[in-house]
């Protein structure tokens, strides 16, 4: 099989044939698949295992091709545009492309990008662009919405997406689509071939990358399996703890780990746990191993450093979150370990193979589980990567405010024809099933508003010509429409600098979220960037702090896993409990745990849900274990309390993990009707009544509106101002525009999103439909020990938002005290 | 070594507001954050900033049209719940010199209407310094009423007496449970600047500098709760 290459020896061109062999490399089946593919002029969609020379099997057609074009006298343009997740990936792929054409010999230009690229190089690359070029999503956004457009993409034969899986299923996925389809009329004989390592269910994939052929018209390539991931748990001497989420008690071993392997890459699930992690690991760390830190609020250039000496082989750990995902290629790698949950298999699949690029020999990675939940759930993602079956995304509608976007991209390009327009977005897998009513809706918002009060008709920010066409109002709207491109939306960010005497404003050393300093005042330590600091203040944007010494910084919360598990997991971990012959593979306290469960309350079947109640101190409890992730979780415990208010039991307060949720109250709460408390019309006026308050439903509804151009990001010429700042804040629009215009399209897209994202409501509607008429009521005198973890985390968490108007009144209470003394 | 101050005195009315002496008259500080003088009879409310929206939208951010309906709206609920004689608006009523011929019929007419049966005064500021064209009512620059002087600006340093806007004043009100920003009254029983009453104007944190100086102590905030103002002490306040 590896040996493909012989049966089709024309594939592959003398030149190339002499460059693998004189590297001693064959090249691989599914390389010369995706050749021929591209001989034959057809889509293709290859998934092969990290190691399997994937990217080079996405290039090699293109390289091939552009070798074999015959020299010409005009501009050569654009040939082939990559698309990659992430910056640093582009500029990575930039380096190793430029290696074969270097060594070949090849008369090709090849050039990543982004952001960070220059302003000049950049000015120059839409003028006088290379073959190959680079790229993100937003970059093509912004290249698209550009007035040279059509000229730049004409000559466009190939667009390469990497790492789609984690391209596809957001609104980042959306743009991205829509831009392709823009691609694809201006270059219409473009082929589209898509990259992956890790894909559960590649029909999601192609419907999504599918152009104006349909998803049909994409081959799939599949590479050779790489060698099954060796996977252990590590069972920690010390007995596994009932909850928390740092793994503090394993951090001896999981140093052993790092000593015993030539470089580790150390994953956690938020910056929190990675700064915790890094700190614990530095205080055992007898032998000053080289251990570094990378995560998304580090200063990029302290980022670069880390990367550049794991490049160079000399770090033996770096601890590091999401941002270490994706395929950079760091050489050495022959260990990774995940601490805390995976909380979903396909992600641990994406992590491991950063262990070991070579095919045949396999990749090591070791679970540490921080609690006994924990456990269940290592050992069930085990056994899902054991047996190759991966959670996946499932395929979404395209967004509105994406779709706005793009709209006035297109606006801004050149002018569009209506019908035409639609027709073209109608190609774009998330946009398949748009109606014509939605879009002129669209295109109505993003000429005026869209509202129903129609007094903004002579402020259009784009209008329709006497030809028919709609266009841009003038340059000046396009320019802002441009420095406000992109589908992601971070947080207000504030820089955290050293500060220097007399107030002065010294180096960078990252970014926060706002809301993470709403916890400390000025004097208190914490830790960022494997540090403490001690907060001195805050200016505009600027967070000024300067080293402290204190062991025991004030830690502040960075809030809880960043990842819901995911509803296969989950299910995993529902079938590992219910089914107890399986429990022996758990470790003996963990099993034990089960036991006395089983023996003093019980362990509920796999389609049912456990639901306890117990009285302890004045309080009454209501647990239930319903494994569907905090955020559903969180929603689910929201509206209980309404229902449970309403009943007279008098709720007081709820707390929820990945795994349960427990409210309780004054009144007893095991007399109650459970079905119909769990009733789905929970999800009907009670969710509108409670999402319509919700401090969610304003944050959905600003990133709906930043992204739709409502609201703008960035102005010309905008400069920090320094001095008063009135904050002009878009919940002031929420609330009127809620009032007064409550089915507009911008409050339709922040509905959606908050029932996909933030509240979940979606996973939560599956759940209750699937525990109509199973849930198991165990009436407790005493506490069981499942309940143990969730009643642990009880106090450690702050109720965000919501909880304004109990602020106010803290505030008050105190004042009077303070008055009376 | 510090001389202890007596503590701030007021009384919460059933309807939410917060009951003060300001500078020797009674005065309401309302939830929605205009003031009312009941001796007098007379509402006040600051910086309503008609028209917003529509200035935004001539600039190509099309912010939904409703602001200058809602805050009218906010307005005539206040003036149905107290019957004023005197209805004082404290400048920056319109939000920019071009806001009143935006302004669209309906609610031209509703501003009309609130005006029948009392008196209007459109004490101006520097967003409208010319007061309205066409709509009826006073305009004054400064007007004194209950030993009261109302002034759309507040005066640098101390001005026992005065009632002021154009600062919008918001407090970060920060407690044990977590931080929330709200525009609040902002006052030391002397003088007071009102929150801003437009349905689009944004809040300047009072803890800005420019506040300094305005209070011959640390003043207290009301701050603007949903069904009530919440007295709330300087210590509690947080910059931004």
């Known amino acids: 099989m590896a040996d493909a290459g012989a049966q089709l020896p024309d594939l592959l061109p003398p030149k190339f044939k002499a460059w693998f062999d004189g590297r001693g490399w064959t090249a691989r089946a599914h390389q010369l698949a995706m050749i021929e593919q591209a001989r034959a002029g057809r889509d293709a969609l ?12 996405g290039f090699l057609p293109s390289l091939i091709e552009l070798a074999e074009r015959p020299p010409a006298n005009t501009p050569a343009g654009l040939h082939t545009l990559y698309i990659s997740p992430l910056k640093a990936l582009a500029v990575d792929v930039e380096r190793n492309l430029n290696a074969p054409i270097l060594e070949m010999g090849l008369p090709i230009t090849a050039e990543s990008r982004t952001g960070d690229t220059g302003l000049s190089r950049r000015q120059r690359q839409r003028v006088k662009p290379p073959e190959i070029l680079l790229t993100t999503p937003e970059q093509l956004a912004l290249l698209c919405a550009w007035e040279g457009a059509r000229l730049l993409f004409e000559s466009l034969r190939c667009v390469i997406l990497d790492e789609i899986h984690t391209l596809h299923a957001s609104k980042r996925g959306d743009l991205l689509a829509l831009d392709l389809a823009r691609l694809s009329t201006l270059a219409p004989h473009m082929r589209r071939v898509g990259l992956s390592a890790t894909v559960d269910d590649p029909e999601v994939i192609k419907r999504w990358m599918a152009g104006p052929a349909g998803p049909g018209a994409i081959e799939l390539v599949t590479g050779p399996a790489g060698a099954q991931p060796i996977v252990d748990m590590l069972l920690s001497e010390g007995r596994v703890p009932w909850a928390g989420h740092t793994a503090q008690h394993a951090m001896a071993e999981v140093y052993e780990a790092i000593k015993r392997s030539k470089t580790a890459l150390v994953f ?8 915790f992690a890094f700190q614990e690991l530095w205080r055992l760390n007898d032998d000053a191993l080289p251990i570094a830190l990378h995560h998304g609020s580090l200063a990029a250039e302290r980022r670069r450093k880390v990367e550049a000496a794991m490049a160079r082989g000399a770090l033996r750990a770096v601890v590091c979150t999401s941002t270490l995902d994706l395929g950079i290629d760091w050489g050495d790698v022959d260990l990774v370990i995940q601490l805390a949950s995976p909380k979903g298999a396909a992600r641990m699949v994406q992590r491991i193979g950063r262990a070991n690029h070579r095919l045949d020999e396999p990749s090591r990675a070791l679970f540490v589980p921080a609690n006994r939940f924990e456990m269940l759930e290592c050992q069930a993602a085990r056994e899902a990567i054991a047996q190759n079956v991966l959670d996946g995304d499932p395929p979404r509608e395209g967004a509105l405010d994406v779709l706005a976007q793009h709209v006035m991209g297109c606006a801004c390009a050149e002018p569009f024809d209506m019908l035409e327009l639609y027709d073209e977005v109608r190609t774009a897998g998330p946009y398949r099933e748009l109606s014509w009513e939605d879009f002129e809706r669209v295109v109505d918002f993003v000429s005026t508003g869209g509202y129903a009060l129609k007094t903004y008709d002579r402020f259009r920010r784009i209008v329709r010509g006497p030809d028919g066409r709609w266009r841009v109002r003038n340059g000046e709207v396009a320019q802002r429409h441009r420095l406000n491109v992109g589908a992601i939306v971070s947080p207000a960010m504030l820089a955290v600098r050293i500060a220097g005497r007399r107030g002065s404003v010294g180096r960078k050393i990252g970014e926060i979220e706002e809301g993470m300093l709403e916890m400390l005042d000025p004097g208190d330590t914490f830790v960022f960037a494997g540090q403490v600091w001690r907060l001195m203040g805050i200016t505009n944007l600027d967070v000024l702090v300067q080293p402290a010494n204190d062991h025991d910084a004030k830690m502040p919360s960075w809030g809880g896993s ?17 089914d107890q012959d399986h429990w022996r593979v758990l470790p003996s306290d963990v099993r034990e745990w089960l036991e006395v469960q089983r023996d003093r309350s019980l362990i509920p079947a796999e389609d049912e849900m456990l639901l306890e109640t117990f009285a302890r101190g004045r309080r009454h409890f209501m647990v239930c274990y319903s494994f569907e992730g905090r955020l559903a979780h969180t929603t689910l415990a929201m509206l209980l309390t309404r229902r449970l208010e309403r009943l007279g039991a008098a709720p007081l307060g709820f707390v929820c993990n990945d795994y349960a949720l427990a409210v309780w109250a004054l009144n007893p709460l095991d007399g109650l009707d459970y079905d119909a408390l769990f009733a789905e019309d929970m999800l009907g006026d009670d969710l509108e009544a409670w999402l319509a308050e919700s401090f969610m439903m304003k944050r959905a509804f600003k990133g709906c509106a930043i992204i739709a151009g409502l609201i703008e990001r960035r102005f010309p010429g905008d400069r920090q101002k320094t001095g008063r700042q009135i904050t002009f804040s878009t919940d002031l629009i929420y609330d009127v525009l809620r009032r007064h215009e409550p089915d507009h399209l911008l409050l339709r897209c922040a509905r959606a999103d908050a029932a996909t994202g933030l509240i979940d409501v979606a996973r939560l509607g ?13 009436r407790l005198d005493h506490l069981s020990p499942f309940s143990v973890p969730i009643l642990l985390e009880i106090g450690k968490e702050r109720s965000p938002g919501q909880a304004g108007e109990i602020i106010l009144h803290e505030a008050e209470e105190d004042l009077i005290a303070e008055a009376l003394q | 070594m510090t001389e202890r101050l007596p503590p701030y005195e007021f009384v919460t009315a059933p309807c939410g507001a917060l009951r003060l002496t300001l500078a020797g008259a009674e005065a309401e500080l309302r939830t929605s954050g205009a003031l009312w003088l009941d001796g007098e009879r007379a509402l006040i409310a600051a910086d309503l900033h008609l028209e917003k929206g529509s200035s935004y939208a001539a600039r190509g951010q099309m ?6 309906r809602e805050t009218l709206r906010r307005l005539a609920a206040e003036i149905e719940a107290l ?7 404290l400048g920056d009523t319109f939000h920019d010199r071009r806001s009143e011929e935006r302004l669209s019929r309906q609610d031209a007419a509703g501003l009309t209407a609130l005006a029948a049966g009392r008196t209007l005064v459109w004490v101006v500021g520097n967003h409208d310094a010319d007061g309205p064209k066409a709509l009826p009512g006073e305009i004054a620059g400064e007007l004194s009423i209950a030993g009261l002087t109302l002034r759309h600006e507040p005066r640098a340093g101390l001005a026992p007496g005065e009632v002021a806007g154009h600062l919008h004043p918001a407090a970060k009100v920060r407690a044990p449970r977590g931080t929330v920003r709200r525009r609040c009254f902002v006052t030391d029983s002397e003088r007071i600047v009102l929150p801003a009453f437009g349905a689009y104007a944004g809040g300047l944190n ?6 300094a100086g305005l209070f011959a102590r640390p003043p207290l905030a009301g701050a603007l709760g949903g069904v009530r103002v919440h007295a709330v002490g300087w210590r509690f306040l947080a910059a931004d």
């Open chain 1, 268 to 275: 956690v699930n938020t910056r929190f746990q990675a700064e």
């Open chain 2, 63 to 68: 912010l939904p049209p409703y602001d200058t």
């Open chain 1, 46 to 57: 290859l998934i092969a295992p990290t190691g399997g020379g994937k990217t080079l099997a």
């Open chain 2, 83 to 89: 019957r004023p004689r005197l209805v004082i608006l």
């Open chain 1, 766 to 778: 599956q759940m209750l439909s699937r525990i109509r008429g199973r849930i198991r009521h165990a």
């Open chain 1, 562 to 578: 960043k990842f819901a598990l995911s509803t296969f997991l989950a299910k995993r971990v529902r079938q590992l409990m219910t």
């Open chain 2, 206 to 211: 009072v803890r800005d500098a420019a506040f």
